[in-house]
Each structure stands twice: as C-alpha cells, then as structure tokens.
C-alpha cells in the first residue's frame, strides 16, 4: 500500500524560505506523478506544482516562479522549495499521486493523499 508522507511545514515570516518534502512509503517515487496543493481556510484546494515519473514539472502560474519542485529517487521523496514566501501562502499543503506521466492540478486525478503541513506566513 502506498503511502506518503508531508512534512516541513512551519511558520515563517514573508519574504522567508521552506521546502517542503513528501516521502513515498510502499511504491517507487518515478512510478508516479506528486502533485503539491494547498488549502487555505475557507478556499478550495489548490494544485501548484507536480512532477510527472519522467521528472516533467509544472507550476502553477500564480506562484511566479517562487517555488521549486524535485524529486530524489535513493530518497524515494519529492521536495517543493519554496521561497519569497508571502502571507497568502499560508495553507495546509499536501501532497498526492496519480498514475505515472499525467501532470494536472485537478485534485479529481490524484488517488492517494498524505496527510498535509501547515505553512504560515507572517507580515
């Protein structure tokens, strides 16, 4: 069974840096697309960036290159550094699978969820 593990959050304050990472337990990290989303209070999910089994990414245009998504096979883990932080990154964000070579930010096309990290940004 596969599963994932989100971790990394925090509090910082703007214009600060965090990077995110989501360990795989139960499968191999290339098998599959990690997404990253976010949901702040009140918002729907969002997806921002994910990393396709051939290591394609995409990002979200509204982070405006602030943020970077990798990923360490040995480690079996995907990272999102994320700089220039600004308050309204302030989200619980998760990290998900979908099957190998898709890249979408529908949460509908991810299958299996970690558990989610905290991220506040302060003014």
């Known amino acids: 069974e596969v599963q994932l593990q989100a971790s990394g959050g925090g509090l910082v304050q703007a214009g600060g840096s965090l990077k995110l990472s989501c360990a795989v337990s139960?499968?191999?990290?290339?098998?599959?697309?990690i997404g990253w989303f976010r949901q702040a209070p009140g918002k729907e999910r969002e997806g921002i960036s994910s990393?396709?089994?051939?290591?394609?990414?995409i990002y979200a245009r509204s982070l405006n290159g602030r943020f970077t998504i990798s990923r360490d096979n040995a480690k079996n883990t995907v990272y999102l550094q994320m700089n220039s932080l600004i308050p309204e990154d302030t989200a619980v964000y998760y990290c998900?699978?979908?099957?190998?070579?898709?890249?979408?930010?529908?949460?509908?096309?991810?299958?299996?969820w970690g558990q989610g990290t905290q991220v506040t940004v302060s003014s």
């Open positions: 139960g499968g191999t990290v290339d098998d599959y697309s």
């Open positions: 990393i396709s089994s051939d290591a394609t990414p």
């Open positions: 998900a699978t979908a099957p190998g070579r898709l890249l979408t930010f529908s949460p509908a096309s991810y299958d299996i």
